[in-house]
Protein backbone atom coordinates (compact mmCIF):
# COMPACT_ATOMS: atom_id res chain seq x y z
CA UNK A 1 0.00 0.00 0.00
CA UNK A 2 2.77 2.51 0.89
CA UNK A 3 4.95 1.79 -2.22
CA UNK A 4 1.01 2.51 -4.36
CA UNK A 5 0.97 5.81 -2.25
CA UNK A 6 4.40 6.50 -3.45
CA UNK A 7 4.03 5.86 -6.88
CA UNK A 8 0.75 7.94 -6.75
CA UNK A 9 2.34 10.71 -5.79
CA UNK A 10 5.01 11.02 -8.20
CA UNK A 11 2.42 10.24 -10.81
CA UNK A 12 0.68 13.17 -9.75
CA UNK A 13 3.36 15.58 -9.08
CA UNK A 14 4.50 14.66 -12.73
CA UNK A 15 1.25 15.40 -14.33
CA UNK A 16 -1.31 17.05 -12.29
CA UNK A 17 -0.26 20.30 -13.92
CA UNK A 18 -0.59 19.74 -17.12
CA UNK A 19 -4.07 17.63 -17.03
CA UNK A 20 -5.25 21.00 -14.83
CA UNK A 21 -4.26 23.19 -17.80
CA UNK A 22 -6.33 21.08 -19.92
CA UNK A 23 -9.58 21.16 -17.89
CA UNK A 24 -8.78 25.11 -17.26
CA UNK A 25 -8.81 24.72 -21.01
CA UNK A 26 -11.81 22.61 -21.52
CA UNK A 27 -13.91 24.69 -18.47
CA UNK A 28 -12.57 28.06 -18.68
CA UNK A 29 -12.88 28.11 -14.85
CA UNK A 30 -10.90 27.39 -12.40
CA UNK A 31 -12.89 25.53 -9.79
CA UNK A 32 -14.33 23.29 -12.14
CA UNK A 33 -11.17 22.72 -13.24
CA UNK A 34 -9.63 21.58 -9.69
CA UNK A 35 -12.87 19.49 -9.59
CA UNK A 36 -12.16 17.67 -13.22
CA UNK A 37 -8.05 17.52 -11.88
CA UNK A 38 -9.69 15.61 -8.66
CA UNK A 39 -11.87 13.04 -10.28
CA UNK A 40 -9.20 12.23 -12.68
CA UNK A 41 -6.70 11.87 -10.30
CA UNK A 42 -9.25 9.84 -8.16
CA UNK A 43 -9.72 7.42 -11.03
CA UNK A 44 -6.07 6.99 -11.91
CA UNK A 45 -5.86 6.32 -8.05
CA UNK A 46 -8.64 3.22 -8.20
CA UNK A 47 -7.15 1.92 -11.10
CA UNK A 48 -3.29 2.28 -11.03
CA UNK A 49 -2.78 -1.39 -10.66
CA UNK A 50 -5.29 -2.12 -13.67
CA UNK A 51 -2.33 0.41 -15.74
CA UNK A 52 -0.64 -2.60 -17.87
CA UNK A 53 2.28 -0.38 -19.62
CA UNK A 54 0.55 -0.70 -23.44
CA UNK A 55 0.98 2.83 -23.34
CA UNK A 56 2.68 5.98 -21.65
CA UNK A 57 0.99 6.77 -17.87
CA UNK A 58 0.55 10.18 -19.71
CA UNK A 59 -1.23 9.18 -22.45
CA UNK A 60 -3.44 6.77 -19.89
CA UNK A 61 -3.83 9.59 -17.74
CA UNK A 62 -4.74 12.25 -20.07
CA UNK A 63 -7.27 9.51 -21.81
CA UNK A 64 -9.20 9.30 -18.51
CA UNK A 65 -8.65 13.22 -18.29
CA UNK A 66 -10.59 13.76 -21.30
CA UNK A 67 -13.20 11.02 -20.42
CA UNK A 68 -13.64 12.78 -17.26
CA UNK A 69 -14.05 16.61 -19.22
CA UNK A 70 -16.34 15.31 -21.59
CA UNK A 71 -18.58 13.20 -18.85
CA UNK A 72 -18.16 16.21 -16.62
CA UNK A 73 -19.41 18.62 -18.57
CA UNK A 74 -22.81 16.31 -19.91
CA UNK A 75 -23.89 15.48 -16.47
CA UNK A 76 -23.54 18.95 -14.68
CA UNK A 77 -24.77 20.94 -17.44
CA UNK A 78 -22.66 23.56 -16.59
CA UNK A 79 -22.85 27.41 -17.27
CA UNK A 80 -22.22 28.27 -20.90
CA UNK A 81 -18.48 28.37 -21.26
CA UNK A 82 -18.37 31.93 -22.49
CA UNK A 83 -19.93 33.34 -19.04
CA UNK A 84 -17.48 31.45 -17.25
CA UNK A 85 -14.33 32.90 -18.97
CA UNK A 86 -15.81 36.41 -18.65
CA UNK A 87 -14.85 35.59 -15.06
CA UNK A 88 -11.08 34.99 -15.71
CA UNK A 89 -10.79 38.87 -16.18
CA UNK A 90 -13.75 40.08 -13.67
CA UNK A 91 -12.24 37.83 -10.37
CA UNK A 92 -8.75 39.28 -10.91
CA UNK A 93 -9.08 42.88 -11.00
CA UNK A 94 -5.11 43.11 -9.55
CA UNK A 95 -3.97 41.35 -12.37
CA UNK A 96 -5.66 43.10 -15.00
CA UNK A 97 -3.07 43.52 -17.93
CA UNK A 98 -2.71 43.50 -21.85
CA UNK A 99 -1.70 40.20 -21.15
CA UNK A 100 -4.02 38.97 -18.94
CA UNK A 101 -6.85 39.93 -21.49
CA UNK A 102 -5.01 38.42 -24.10
CA UNK A 103 -5.04 34.81 -22.12
CA UNK A 104 -8.65 35.61 -21.23
CA UNK A 105 -9.35 36.04 -25.15
CA UNK A 106 -7.67 32.78 -25.67
CA UNK A 107 -9.72 30.76 -23.30
CA UNK A 108 -13.03 32.42 -24.45
CA UNK A 109 -12.20 31.65 -28.24
CA UNK A 110 -11.23 27.65 -27.18
CA UNK A 111 -14.63 27.87 -25.53
CA UNK A 112 -16.33 28.33 -28.51
CA UNK A 113 -15.16 25.20 -30.34
CA UNK A 114 -16.52 21.85 -30.31
CA UNK A 115 -15.78 19.81 -26.82
CA UNK A 116 -13.79 17.16 -28.96
CA UNK A 117 -12.01 20.16 -30.69
CA UNK A 118 -11.26 21.86 -26.94
CA UNK A 119 -9.75 18.76 -25.66
CA UNK A 120 -7.74 18.51 -28.90
CA UNK A 121 -6.50 21.83 -29.42
CA UNK A 122 -5.29 21.85 -25.35
CA UNK A 123 -3.37 19.43 -26.13
CA UNK A 124 -1.79 20.64 -28.83
CA UNK A 125 -1.15 23.77 -27.72
CA UNK A 126 0.95 21.70 -24.55
CA UNK A 127 2.73 20.09 -27.66
CA UNK A 128 2.23 16.70 -27.23
CA UNK A 129 3.05 14.49 -29.77
CA UNK A 130 0.59 13.83 -32.55
CA UNK A 131 0.60 10.09 -32.35
CA UNK A 132 0.15 10.39 -28.24
CA UNK A 133 -3.03 12.99 -28.84
CA UNK A 134 -4.32 10.39 -31.70
CA UNK A 135 -4.15 7.45 -29.04
CA UNK A 136 -5.81 9.52 -26.58
CA UNK A 137 -8.92 10.87 -28.74
CA UNK A 138 -9.37 7.65 -30.28
CA UNK A 139 -8.65 9.30 -33.82
CA UNK A 140 -6.51 7.71 -36.68
CA UNK A 141 -2.99 10.31 -36.41
CA UNK A 142 -4.22 10.58 -40.64
CA UNK A 143 -7.45 11.62 -39.66
CA UNK A 144 -5.98 13.40 -36.79
CA UNK A 145 -4.11 15.77 -38.65
CA UNK A 146 -6.32 17.25 -40.77
CA UNK A 147 -8.86 17.84 -38.00
CA UNK A 148 -5.59 20.12 -35.95
CA UNK A 149 -5.38 21.72 -39.14
CA UNK A 150 -9.36 22.70 -39.35
CA UNK A 151 -9.14 23.35 -35.63
CA UNK A 152 -6.19 25.77 -35.71
CA UNK A 153 -7.58 27.93 -38.27
CA UNK A 154 -10.64 27.77 -36.31
CA UNK A 155 -9.20 29.35 -33.23
CA UNK A 156 -7.12 31.92 -34.89
CA UNK A 157 -10.53 33.00 -36.57
CA UNK A 158 -11.99 33.17 -33.40
CA UNK A 159 -9.38 35.06 -31.58
CA UNK A 160 -8.31 37.91 -33.94
CA UNK A 161 -12.64 37.86 -33.95
CA UNK A 162 -12.87 38.33 -30.31
CA UNK A 163 -9.79 41.02 -30.66
CA UNK A 164 -11.28 43.12 -33.19
CA UNK A 165 -14.52 43.53 -31.09
CA UNK B 1 -4.21 39.90 -37.17
CA UNK B 2 -2.55 37.04 -34.75
CA UNK B 3 -0.58 33.63 -35.87
CA UNK B 4 -1.60 30.18 -34.26
CA UNK B 5 2.07 30.62 -33.02
CA UNK B 6 1.22 33.70 -30.89
CA UNK B 7 -1.79 31.50 -29.25
CA UNK B 8 0.60 28.93 -28.63
CA UNK B 9 2.89 31.15 -26.55
CA UNK B 10 0.35 32.99 -24.82
CA UNK B 11 -1.02 29.71 -23.99
CA UNK B 12 2.19 28.03 -22.43
CA UNK B 13 3.09 31.56 -20.89
CA UNK B 14 0.07 31.09 -18.84
CA UNK B 15 1.26 29.32 -15.64
CA UNK B 16 -1.78 27.59 -13.86
CA UNK B 17 -1.40 26.63 -9.96
CA UNK B 18 -2.42 23.09 -8.72
CA UNK B 19 -3.62 23.98 -5.16
CA UNK B 20 -4.19 20.29 -4.25
CA UNK B 21 -1.82 17.71 -3.14
CA UNK B 22 -2.36 13.78 -3.62
CA UNK B 23 -2.69 13.50 0.20
CA UNK B 24 -5.13 16.05 0.32
CA UNK B 25 -6.99 14.90 -3.03
CA UNK B 26 -7.69 11.42 -1.72
CA UNK B 27 -8.51 12.54 2.12
CA UNK B 28 -10.94 14.51 0.83
CA UNK B 29 -12.50 11.86 -1.22
CA UNK B 30 -12.46 9.35 1.54
CA UNK B 31 -14.32 11.79 3.39
CA UNK B 32 -17.48 12.36 1.78
CA UNK B 33 -18.31 8.26 2.51
CA UNK B 34 -16.97 8.80 6.02
CA UNK B 35 -19.12 11.86 6.89
CA UNK B 36 -22.28 8.98 5.29
CA UNK B 37 -21.10 6.65 7.91
CA UNK B 38 -20.73 8.64 10.60
CA UNK B 39 -24.10 9.93 10.03
CA UNK B 40 -25.38 6.36 10.33
CA UNK B 41 -23.51 5.42 13.28
CA UNK B 42 -24.70 8.70 14.80
CA UNK B 43 -28.37 7.65 14.64
CA UNK B 44 -27.43 4.27 16.08
CA UNK B 45 -25.88 5.53 18.85
CA UNK B 46 -28.84 7.86 19.36
CA UNK B 47 -31.54 5.44 19.27
CA UNK B 48 -29.01 2.85 21.39
CA UNK B 49 -28.99 5.94 24.18
CA UNK B 50 -33.11 6.09 24.39
CA UNK B 51 -33.42 2.58 24.61
CA UNK B 52 -30.95 2.48 27.20
CA UNK B 53 -32.96 5.32 28.88
CA UNK B 54 -36.44 3.83 28.94
CA UNK B 55 -35.10 0.46 29.96
CA UNK B 56 -33.47 2.47 32.73
CA UNK B 57 -36.80 4.01 33.18
CA UNK B 58 -38.70 0.54 33.24
CA UNK B 59 -36.22 -0.76 36.02
CA UNK B 60 -36.27 1.74 38.20
CA UNK B 61 -39.15 3.90 38.52
CA UNK B 62 -41.56 2.74 40.56
CA UNK B 63 -45.30 2.18 38.36
CA UNK B 64 -48.11 0.89 40.01
CA UNK B 65 -50.10 -0.10 36.81
CA UNK B 66 -49.69 -2.75 34.14
CA UNK B 67 -50.74 -0.38 31.57
CA UNK B 68 -47.20 2.10 32.07
CA UNK B 69 -45.03 -1.39 31.71
CA UNK B 70 -46.88 -2.82 28.91
CA UNK B 71 -46.68 1.46 27.04
CA UNK B 72 -42.48 0.77 28.01
CA UNK B 73 -42.23 -2.38 27.14
CA UNK B 74 -43.90 -1.92 23.48
CA UNK B 75 -41.43 0.76 23.16
CA UNK B 76 -38.30 -0.49 24.10
CA UNK B 77 -39.47 -3.61 21.33
CA UNK B 78 -39.72 -0.89 18.97
CA UNK B 79 -36.87 1.04 19.36
CA UNK B 80 -34.94 -2.08 19.76
CA UNK B 81 -36.17 -3.39 16.38
CA UNK B 82 -35.26 0.00 14.86
CA UNK B 83 -31.60 0.19 16.34
CA UNK B 84 -31.02 -3.50 14.91
CA UNK B 85 -32.78 -2.31 11.45
CA UNK B 86 -30.24 0.19 11.01
CA UNK B 87 -27.35 -1.40 12.31
CA UNK B 88 -27.54 -3.88 9.66
CA UNK B 89 -27.80 -0.97 7.20
CA UNK B 90 -25.19 0.71 9.02
CA UNK B 91 -22.79 -2.91 7.92
CA UNK B 92 -23.88 -2.35 4.29
CA UNK B 93 -21.35 0.34 3.78
CA UNK B 94 -19.24 -0.05 6.99
CA UNK B 95 -17.52 -3.12 4.95
CA UNK B 96 -16.20 -1.66 1.79
CA UNK B 97 -12.97 0.77 1.23
CA UNK B 98 -14.43 2.41 -2.08
CA UNK B 99 -11.28 3.26 -3.03
CA UNK B 100 -9.97 -0.49 -2.87
CA UNK B 101 -12.95 -2.08 -4.58
CA UNK B 102 -14.99 0.83 -5.79
CA UNK B 103 -17.55 -1.49 -8.02
CA UNK B 104 -18.41 -3.99 -4.92
CA UNK B 105 -18.78 -0.15 -3.07
CA UNK B 106 -21.11 1.29 -5.41
CA UNK B 107 -23.32 -1.77 -5.32
CA UNK B 108 -23.67 -1.39 -1.83
CA UNK B 109 -23.83 2.18 -1.74
CA UNK B 110 -27.23 1.49 -3.72
CA UNK B 111 -28.41 -1.29 -1.37
CA UNK B 112 -28.01 0.99 1.87
CA UNK B 113 -29.99 3.89 0.04
CA UNK B 114 -32.78 1.55 -1.24
CA UNK B 115 -32.69 0.19 2.77
CA UNK B 116 -33.01 3.35 3.78
CA UNK B 117 -35.81 4.53 1.96
CA UNK B 118 -38.14 1.57 3.05
CA UNK B 119 -37.07 2.30 6.60
CA UNK B 120 -37.97 5.97 6.39
CA UNK B 121 -41.33 5.46 4.42
CA UNK B 122 -42.72 1.35 4.66
CA UNK B 123 -41.41 0.56 8.40
CA UNK B 124 -41.49 4.31 9.72
CA UNK B 125 -45.55 3.86 9.78
CA UNK B 126 -44.64 0.40 12.01
CA UNK B 127 -42.41 2.51 13.90
CA UNK B 128 -44.94 5.37 14.74
CA UNK B 129 -47.80 3.11 15.13
CA UNK B 130 -46.13 0.97 17.85
CA UNK B 131 -45.16 3.87 19.78
CA UNK B 132 -48.01 5.78 19.85
CA UNK B 133 -49.61 2.48 20.92
CA UNK B 134 -46.64 2.79 23.53
CA UNK B 135 -47.36 6.07 24.86
CA UNK B 136 -51.35 5.87 25.00
CA UNK B 137 -50.51 2.89 27.51
CA UNK B 138 -47.66 4.83 29.46
CA UNK B 139 -49.61 7.86 29.41
CA UNK B 140 -52.83 6.28 31.19
CA UNK B 141 -50.79 6.18 34.51
CA UNK B 142 -48.42 8.89 34.60
CA UNK B 143 -50.82 11.29 33.39
CA UNK B 144 -53.44 10.58 35.77
CA UNK B 145 -52.51 12.87 38.59
CA UNK B 146 -51.96 15.73 36.85
CA UNK B 147 -54.38 18.57 36.07
CA UNK B 148 -56.34 18.31 32.88
CA UNK B 149 -54.52 21.42 30.98
CA UNK B 150 -50.99 19.87 32.16
CA UNK B 151 -52.73 15.95 30.53
CA UNK B 152 -54.38 18.30 27.74
CA UNK B 153 -50.76 19.80 27.15
CA UNK B 154 -48.26 16.85 27.31
CA UNK B 155 -51.07 14.67 24.91
CA UNK B 156 -51.07 17.81 22.68
CA UNK B 157 -46.94 18.35 22.48
CA UNK B 158 -46.71 14.31 21.75
CA UNK B 159 -48.98 14.40 19.05
CA UNK B 160 -47.71 17.56 17.97
CA UNK B 161 -44.06 16.13 17.89
CA UNK B 162 -45.28 12.91 16.09
CA UNK B 163 -46.91 14.30 13.61
CA UNK B 164 -43.46 16.84 12.59
CA UNK B 165 -41.58 13.93 12.82
CA UNK B 166 -43.94 11.56 10.44
CA UNK B 167 -44.33 14.63 8.09
CA UNK B 168 -41.77 17.87 7.61
CA UNK B 169 -39.23 16.01 9.37
CA UNK B 170 -39.08 12.91 7.96
CA UNK B 171 -39.41 13.98 4.19
CA UNK B 172 -36.55 16.63 4.35
CA UNK B 173 -34.29 13.86 5.92
CA UNK B 174 -35.45 11.79 3.12
CA UNK B 175 -35.01 14.50 0.65
CA UNK B 176 -31.23 15.68 2.08
CA UNK B 177 -30.07 11.73 2.61
CA UNK B 178 -31.33 11.18 -0.70
CA UNK B 179 -29.57 13.69 -2.23
CA UNK B 180 -26.17 13.43 -0.94
CA UNK B 181 -26.24 9.69 -1.66
CA UNK B 182 -27.55 10.32 -5.49
CA UNK B 183 -24.67 12.62 -5.78
CA UNK B 184 -22.68 9.84 -4.40
CA UNK B 185 -23.81 7.20 -6.63
CA UNK B 186 -23.38 9.26 -9.98
CA UNK B 187 -20.18 10.20 -8.74
CA UNK B 188 -18.99 6.84 -8.73
CA UNK B 189 -21.26 5.63 -11.61
CA UNK B 190 -19.34 8.04 -14.29
CA UNK B 191 -16.03 6.60 -12.49
CA UNK B 192 -17.27 2.75 -13.22
CA UNK B 193 -18.84 3.85 -16.46
CA UNK B 194 -15.69 4.99 -18.15
CA UNK B 195 -13.18 2.72 -17.41
CA UNK B 196 -15.76 0.01 -18.39
CA UNK B 197 -15.82 1.73 -21.71
CA UNK B 198 -12.33 2.77 -22.33
CA UNK B 199 -10.04 -0.17 -20.56
Not at chain 1, 42 to 47: D, E, I, Y
Not at chain 1, 87 to 98: G, V
Amino acid sequence: MEQKDQLFKQIFDTNSKKIFHLCYGYTGDEDSANDLLQETFLKVWQNLDKFRNKSLISTWIYRIAVNTCLTYLRSEKRQAKDELTDNIIENRPEEFSEKNEQIALLYKSISKLEENDRLIITMVLDELPYNEIAEISGISEGNLRVKIHRIKLKLTELYNQHARI
Amino acid sequence: MQEFDHIQSLWQSHSVEVKISSDEMLSQAKKEVTSIRTRSLFNIFGMALSFAAIVALLLFSPFNSWTTQTGLIIIIISVAISTLILYKDYRIIRQNDFTEHPSAFLSRLKIYQLNKFTIYNKLYWFYATALSLGFIFYFYEVLNNLSPAFQIGIIAFTIFWMALCATILRRAYLKREKERLDLLIEKFERISEQFNERQ
